[in-house]
């Protein structure tokens, strides 16, 4: 194996790469294994690259010498049975996704949210159905904590107690699992679609380097693939008019709607800017009859779903629907995309800026390079994407922005950063073949660049609740331990109680179970005021009783 990874790296310039990447993520690793200790503060805006310089530094020439890797080894097929790139893509998702929590010990969490929905998992298992009433969760997204269940019993047997090690791993480790799904899903994509050995891995390196999401236990983990999954299918139906595809991309068609609620709303909009860009094309508008089937199928399938859990949530999705519809009509398209960066503190404002900023230039750049290539090859597939892209961009994008931005609009770039990537790399090529593109060709080639060093400071910005320290779990697990019922354990349950003083300025009311490190967490986000934050932690302290602490968590009974 050795010897082949060897024989692969051929010429001087690529062996001095090869070198570079391994002094580089060996100076990272050992960047963060000395200095990423202790607890996050509201300092720490990139999160462990805020402990030391050297850490950012090294993470930024790992990444570089990485791109330049598999940049200069894309062309051709050669080298199919290198093991090299392989190792190259494990260290380049492991630099950022994995290796960070592996070093700080304080993580026991890989998002801040990943812990309620395990115990919604965990409500499944143990009592063997969902409950919309304890929680509308469950039918916004049942499949996922249906498969979660299942999941749990396979692997683990019926938990006992919240300290079982599968919970441990799930709120952990989830995101390992995530990948391990997504790689097979995404190398076929990029595959089907024209993209060489060597060009699919560059594009694998720059889907997990420039997403700046963590893959966290949720539903929208899943989701994610699903969609991808489904655009590719889409595609092959449109380019080789595929029928034997049809029945696959119905079941999952079905899945997605089971799975996330969000994600089907992106499928709308996806099947329906394809709907447009084949009435434009006439290279494609033979797969139009099909592309209007399986749309209705979606459609009507997604409405029978709604009027089955109607008693929940249709009433909050039209609720939803209306109130950015006024908003938009109030305030204008600046006052609500003002509103969607705002932030009372204003360090996270900037953080929360300079975010948008990133996702706005991915948007506009894969859009640009899809709609190049679709000049250049006149391709109704490409026309589709383009039209995919940039009707999801706008519809949900406007949609987000409505609801308040932050964590809704990022989704957008993240479901689309497979098109994205493959359109980079194709955008590339073609540039390539053109004999009066090299500008374009540089311009594109310094994008990425700035996007890779830019990647990391996205990644891991303003989320310094992103993992629930180890004692706040202790407390979580201090809470089920008193509890009677799985239902009135519930993290939401918390959650609100934690919530209600804070949105609507009232005192602590008796039987209010207040969790500090939730109120924490909130004013950080919310108000962003550091020193109402002390005041009200506090105040806490005073009127309420301490049922249990530790030295960052303190649960109280009001």
């Known amino acids: 194996m050795l010897k082949k990874a060897i024989h692969s790296i051929g010429d001087k310039k690529t062996y001095i790469i090869v070198i570079a990447i391994v002094i580089a993520y060996i100076a990272y690793a050992v960047s963060l294994f ?17 402990k030391h310089v050297a850490i950012a530094i090294s993470i930024a020439l790992f990444l570089l010498a990485s791109f330049l890797y598999f940049f200069s080894s894309k062309r051709g097929d050669g080298g199919r049975g290198s093991i090299l790139p392989i190792i190259v893509l494990v260290l380049s998702i492991t630099s950022i996704r994995i290796l960070p929590d592996v070093a700080d010990s304080y993580y026991d969490q890989n998002f801040y949210d990943a812990g309620g929905h395990m115990t919604r998992g965990a409500f499944v298992t143990l009592t063997g159905h969902s409950n919309p009433n304890v929680d509308a969760y469950f039918d916004l997204q049942p499949a996922f904590f249906w498969f979660t269940a299942m999941f749990i019993n396979i692997a683990y047997g019926t938990p006992s107690t919240p300290n079982d090690p599968i919970f441990s791993f799930f709120v952990k480790w989830f995101h390992v699992v995530a990948i391990i799904i997504y790689i097979p899903i995404l190398f076929e994509f990029l595959r089907k679609y024209g993209l060489n050995y060597g060009e699919t891995f560059l594009a694998l390196f720059l889907f997990f380097v420039l997403s700046f999401s963590r ?50 709303i992106f499928m709308v909009a996806a099947l329906t800017s394809a709907t447009i860009a084949l009435l434009l094309s006439k290279h494609a508008r033979k797969s139009l009859p099909t592309i209007l089937m399986l749309s209705t199928y979606f459609l009507i399938a997604w409405f029978l779903y709604l009027l089955y859990i109607s008693k929940f949530t249709l009433s909050n999705f039209a609720g939803a629907v209306i109130s950015v519809i006024k908003r938009y009509l109030f305030e204008g398209v600046t006052g609500v995309a003002s509103q969607g960066v705002y932030r009372a503190w204003k360090p996270w404002e900037e953080i929360v800026m300079f975010k948008a900023v990133y996702m706005g230039m991915l948007i506009i750049s894969g859009t640009i390079s899809t709609a190049w290539m679709y000049k250049a090859t006149k391709s109704g597939a490409y026309l589709t994407r383009a039209f995919i892209i940039l009707g999801v961009s706008i519809a949900i994008g406007a949609v987000a922005t409505g609801l308040g931005g932050a964590g809704y609009i990022e989704r957008v770039p993240e479901l689309l950063l497979p098109l994205f990537s493959l359109a980079f790399v194709e955008t590339h090529k073609q540039f390539n073949k053109c004999k009066y593109c090299d500008a374009l060709k540089k311009a594109l080639t310094t994008l990425m660049m700035f996007f890779i060093v830019t990647a990391p400071f996205v ?36 959650v609100r109680s934690a919530y209600a003083p804070l949105l609507t300025n009232s005192t602590f009311t008796s039987n209010t179970l207040y969790w500090l490190q939730i109120d924490i967490q909130t004013l950080y986000y919310l108000i962003g005021n550091l020193q109402i934050m002390y005041q009200h932690a506090d105040y806490a302290r005073i009127v309420c009783s301490v049922i249990y602490f530790n030295p960052s968590v303190q649960l109280l009974y009001c």
């Open 459 to 494: 990644y891991f910005s303003g989320r310094n609740f992103q993992s629930v320290l180890t004692s706040v779990d202790n407390a979580g697990n201090f809470l089920r331990m008193h509890t009677q019922t799985i239902a009135e354990l519930y993290i939401t349950t918390m």
């Open 215 to 264: 893959f966290h236990y949720a539903a929208q983990t899943y989701a994610n693939a699903l969609f991808w999954l489904s655009i590719a299918l889409l595609l092959d139906i449109i380019m080789y008019r595929d029928t034997k595809k049809i029945f696959m991309l119905m079941l999952v068609f079905t899945s997605t709607i089971f799975v996330h609620e969000g994600v089907t």
């Open 34 to 50: 000395t200095w990423c200790r202790g607890y996050y503060t509201y300092e720490d805006m990139f999160g462990p690259l805020s």
